[in-house]
Antibody
Framework: QITLKESGPTLVKPTQTLTLTCTFS??????????VGWIRQPPGKAPEWLTL???????RYSPSLKSRLTITKDTSKNQVVLTMANMDPVDTATYYC??????????????WGQGTLVTVSS | QSVLTQPPSASKTPGQRVTISCSGS????????VYWYQQLPGTAPKLLIY???QRPSGVPDRFSGSKSGTSASLAISGLRSEDEADYYC???????????FGGGTKLTVL
């Protein structure tokens, strides 16, 4: 059974750096074809993809946010960490991590964590 | 404004069938697979349809997906009150090099 859970601060100040951790179980990030991604959803709006990391440490970033994002993995701890620099009130959203199933010609997000609401305010 | 266009709302009665559309372009739906997610109030999105029309294990066959050209649709038959949720389509966009989502359709089952 695949489960993921996000953790981190619920409130950050503008210009600060956000660090979120995704702790998962039911799969290993050392297994070929597996990845973990981050998606955020502002209140009342659609989801927005941020980044993902594969089992082989290959990384992909949303072009619009690439300069602010970093994703890393700790396979031994079953964790993936997202950092987002220079936070702004418009970054207020629920941040989700999700399991990525990679099947060669395509991949998708099949299991999502419960999400964590991050508010950016001074 | 979302890259993929969905109707903002739909309203049906129990037992009816509803179809939710998702319109895109050649760089996303026209050349990649479409995925559909269901988001019940206060919960995370749940995968309903992958690869245009495939259902993950555990998703009832009342839910079906289709794609034609640069548009896709999600159909739900035999509507139940528990189907009340927001539904989102998603696809990879080759031009943007990014996943894109529709704006979501809020389904009300009266």
């Amino acid at each position: 059974q695949i489960t993921l859970k996000e953790s981190g601060p619920t409130l950050v100040k503008p210009t600060q750096t956000l660090t979120l951790t995704c702790t998962f179980s039911g799969f290993s990030l050392s297994t070929s074809g597996v990845g973990v991604g981050w998606i955020r959803q502002p209140p009342g709006k659609a989801p927005e993809w941020l980044t993902l990391i594969y089992w082989d440490d290959d990384k992909r970033y949303s072009p619009s946010l690439k300069s602010r994002l970093t994703i890393t993995k700790d396979t031994s701890k079953n964790q993936v960490v997202l950092t987002m620099a220079n936070m702004d009130p418009v970054d207020t959203a629920t941040y989700y991590c999700a399991h990525v199933l990679w099947l060669g010609e395509y991949y998708y997000f099949d299991y999502w964590g419960q999400g964590t609401l991050v508010t950016v305010s001074s | 404004q979302s890259v993929l266009t969905q109707p903002p709302s739909a309203s049906k009665t129990p037992g009816q069938r509803v179809t939710i559309s998702c319109s895109g372009s050649t760089s996303n739906i026209g050349s990649n697979y479409v995925y559909w997610y269901q988001q019940l109030p206060g919960t995370a999105p749940k995968l309903l349809i992958y690869k245009n029309n495939q259902r993950p294990s555990g998703v009832p066959d009342r839910f079906s997906g289709s794609k034609s050209g640069t548009s896709a649709s999600l159909a739900i038959s035999g509507l139940r009150s528990e189907d009340e949720a927001d539904y989102y389509c998603a696809a990879w966009d080759n031009s943007l090099s990014s996943w894109v989502f529709g704006g979501g359709t809020k389904l009300t089952v009266l």
